[in-house]
Protein backbone atom coordinates (compact mmCIF):
# COMPACT_ATOMS: atom_id res chain seq x y z
CA UNK A 1 0.00 0.00 0.00
CA UNK A 2 2.90 2.02 0.49
CA UNK A 3 4.44 1.73 -2.45
CA UNK A 4 1.57 1.76 -4.73
CA UNK A 5 0.94 5.49 -2.38
CA UNK A 6 4.85 6.28 -3.21
CA UNK A 7 3.91 6.08 -6.90
CA UNK A 8 1.21 7.81 -7.10
CA UNK A 9 2.66 10.77 -5.19
CA UNK A 10 5.21 10.31 -8.29
CA UNK A 11 3.06 10.04 -11.04
CA UNK A 12 3.50 13.53 -12.32
CA UNK A 13 7.40 13.92 -11.96
CA UNK A 14 8.86 13.52 -15.26
CA UNK A 15 11.08 10.80 -15.11
CA UNK A 16 13.21 9.05 -17.56
CA UNK A 17 14.51 6.79 -15.43
CA UNK A 18 14.02 4.10 -12.88
CA UNK A 19 16.67 2.03 -10.89
CA UNK A 20 16.50 0.12 -7.79
CA UNK A 21 17.95 -2.41 -5.23
CA UNK A 22 17.75 -5.81 -6.65
CA UNK A 23 16.03 -6.70 -3.16
CA UNK A 24 12.46 -7.84 -3.82
CA UNK A 25 10.84 -5.06 -1.65
CA UNK A 26 13.22 -2.20 -3.47
CA UNK A 27 12.15 -3.61 -6.64
CA UNK A 28 8.37 -3.90 -5.82
CA UNK A 29 8.33 -0.30 -4.97
CA UNK A 30 10.16 0.64 -7.79
CA UNK A 31 7.69 -1.19 -10.23
CA UNK A 32 5.00 1.11 -8.35
CA UNK A 33 6.96 4.12 -9.09
CA UNK A 34 7.82 2.85 -12.84
CA UNK A 35 4.43 1.75 -14.14
CA UNK A 36 2.92 5.14 -14.18
CA UNK A 37 5.99 6.09 -16.74
CA UNK A 38 6.05 2.72 -18.95
CA UNK A 39 9.48 2.57 -17.74
CA UNK A 40 11.00 -0.84 -16.92
CA UNK A 41 13.07 -0.57 -13.50
CA UNK A 42 16.76 -0.93 -13.41
CA UNK A 43 18.50 -3.07 -10.73
CA UNK A 44 21.76 -2.10 -9.64
CA UNK A 45 23.28 -4.53 -7.20
CA UNK A 46 25.38 -1.89 -5.71
CA UNK A 47 22.35 -0.24 -4.45
CA UNK A 48 21.64 -3.29 -2.36
CA UNK A 49 21.92 -2.91 1.86
CA UNK A 50 25.36 -3.10 3.89
CA UNK A 51 26.45 -6.41 3.98
CA UNK A 52 26.22 -7.42 7.36
CA UNK A 53 28.34 -10.67 7.65
CA UNK A 54 27.79 -12.71 10.32
CA UNK A 55 24.88 -10.77 11.66
CA UNK A 56 22.78 -11.91 8.29
CA UNK A 57 20.16 -13.80 9.23
CA UNK A 58 19.63 -13.21 13.15
CA UNK A 59 16.92 -12.68 15.57
CA UNK A 60 16.01 -8.76 15.95
CA UNK A 61 17.06 -9.56 19.66
CA UNK A 62 20.58 -11.08 18.72
CA UNK A 63 21.29 -8.22 16.06
CA UNK A 64 20.39 -5.70 18.27
CA UNK A 65 22.64 -6.63 21.06
CA UNK A 66 25.66 -7.08 18.29
CA UNK A 67 24.96 -3.34 16.50
CA UNK A 68 24.81 -2.13 19.74
CA UNK A 69 28.47 -3.41 20.35
CA UNK A 70 28.95 -2.09 16.47
CA UNK A 71 28.28 1.64 17.67
CA UNK A 72 30.05 2.01 20.29
CA UNK A 73 33.80 0.92 18.25
CA UNK A 74 32.11 2.79 15.12
CA UNK A 75 31.92 5.82 17.15
CA UNK A 76 35.52 5.53 18.27
CA UNK A 77 37.23 4.22 15.54
CA UNK A 78 34.90 5.54 12.19
CA UNK A 79 34.15 4.30 9.63
CA UNK A 80 37.23 1.38 9.43
CA UNK A 81 35.08 -0.37 11.72
CA UNK A 82 33.64 -3.32 9.95
CA UNK A 83 30.96 -6.37 10.41
CA UNK A 84 32.53 -9.41 10.94
CA UNK A 85 32.46 -10.99 7.23
CA UNK A 86 31.03 -8.30 5.88
CA UNK A 87 31.46 -4.68 4.69
CA UNK A 88 32.91 -1.71 6.64
CA UNK A 89 31.09 1.18 6.41
CA UNK A 90 33.89 3.22 4.06
CA UNK A 91 33.60 0.28 1.42
CA UNK A 92 29.84 0.72 1.47
CA UNK A 93 30.21 4.55 0.98
CA UNK A 94 32.83 4.07 -1.86
CA UNK A 95 30.09 1.32 -3.40
CA UNK A 96 27.19 2.85 -3.28
CA UNK A 97 28.22 6.33 -4.08
CA UNK A 98 29.84 5.04 -7.05
CA UNK A 99 26.95 3.46 -8.31
CA UNK A 100 24.93 7.27 -7.87
CA UNK A 101 27.36 8.70 -9.70
CA UNK A 102 27.31 6.15 -12.10
CA UNK A 103 23.94 6.36 -12.50
CA UNK A 104 23.73 10.49 -12.40
CA UNK A 105 26.56 10.21 -15.30
CA UNK A 106 24.17 8.06 -17.61
CA UNK A 107 21.17 10.23 -17.08
CA UNK A 108 22.95 13.83 -16.82
CA UNK A 109 19.51 15.40 -18.82
CA UNK A 110 16.99 13.52 -17.13
CA UNK A 111 15.23 13.09 -13.84
CA UNK A 112 15.46 9.52 -12.21
CA UNK A 113 14.60 7.70 -9.27
CA UNK A 114 16.52 5.22 -7.46
CA UNK A 115 14.62 3.09 -4.92
CA UNK A 116 16.91 1.37 -2.13
CA UNK A 117 16.84 0.83 1.78
CA UNK A 118 17.67 2.98 4.74
CA UNK A 119 21.46 2.68 5.33
CA UNK A 120 22.12 3.48 1.15
CA UNK A 121 20.26 6.49 1.50
CA UNK A 122 21.25 8.02 4.71
CA UNK A 123 24.50 7.44 3.38
CA UNK A 124 24.17 8.50 -0.18
CA UNK A 125 22.33 11.64 2.15
CA UNK A 126 25.67 12.08 3.98
CA UNK A 127 28.13 11.69 0.78
CA UNK A 128 26.24 14.24 -1.03
CA UNK A 129 26.16 17.03 2.19
CA UNK A 130 30.14 16.23 2.67
CA UNK A 131 29.46 14.59 6.06
CA UNK A 132 31.01 11.34 7.14
CA UNK A 133 29.49 8.34 6.67
CA UNK A 134 29.48 7.77 10.68
CA UNK A 135 27.00 10.52 10.98
CA UNK A 136 24.36 8.51 9.42
CA UNK A 137 22.97 7.75 12.00
CA UNK A 138 22.06 11.55 12.70
CA UNK A 139 19.44 11.20 8.98
CA UNK A 140 16.32 9.13 9.52
CA UNK A 141 14.73 7.43 6.29
CA UNK A 142 11.08 6.37 6.65
CA UNK A 143 10.04 3.60 4.76
CA UNK A 144 8.35 4.64 0.96
CA UNK A 145 9.47 8.61 1.83
CA UNK A 146 11.02 10.66 -1.20
CA UNK A 147 14.56 11.70 -0.63
CA UNK A 148 15.32 14.09 -3.75
CA UNK A 149 18.86 15.49 -4.43
CA UNK A 150 19.96 17.31 -6.90
CA UNK A 151 23.38 17.05 -9.03
CA UNK A 152 24.25 20.12 -11.35
CA UNK A 153 27.17 19.37 -13.20
CA UNK A 154 30.40 21.20 -11.54
CA UNK A 155 28.55 21.89 -8.62
CA UNK A 156 28.32 19.74 -4.82
CA UNK A 157 24.95 17.98 -4.79
CA UNK A 158 22.12 19.61 -3.09
CA UNK A 159 19.51 18.00 -0.43
CA UNK A 160 15.83 19.23 -1.69
CA UNK A 161 13.73 16.69 0.36
CA UNK A 162 14.09 14.45 3.01
CA UNK A 163 12.35 11.43 4.05
CA UNK A 164 8.86 13.19 3.01
CA UNK A 165 6.40 10.50 4.11
CA UNK A 166 3.62 13.54 3.03
CA UNK A 167 1.98 11.29 0.12
CA UNK A 168 1.36 8.31 3.27
CA UNK A 169 -0.74 10.42 5.34
CA UNK A 170 -4.56 9.72 5.57
CA UNK A 171 -6.93 12.22 3.55
Keep these: MQAEKLGLAMKDVPLTAVYSSPLRR ?16 IPDADLR ?14 FGQNFAQFMVEWQTKGDAVDFKGGENLGQFRDRVWASIRKIVNANLDGTIAVVSHYFVT ?9 LPVTHLVRVRIQPSSQTVLEFVEGCDARLLLLSDICHLREK
Design 122 to 130: ATVVCTALG
Design 49 to 62: EIHVGEMEGMSLDT
Design 26 to 41: AMDTAGAVAKYHGLAV
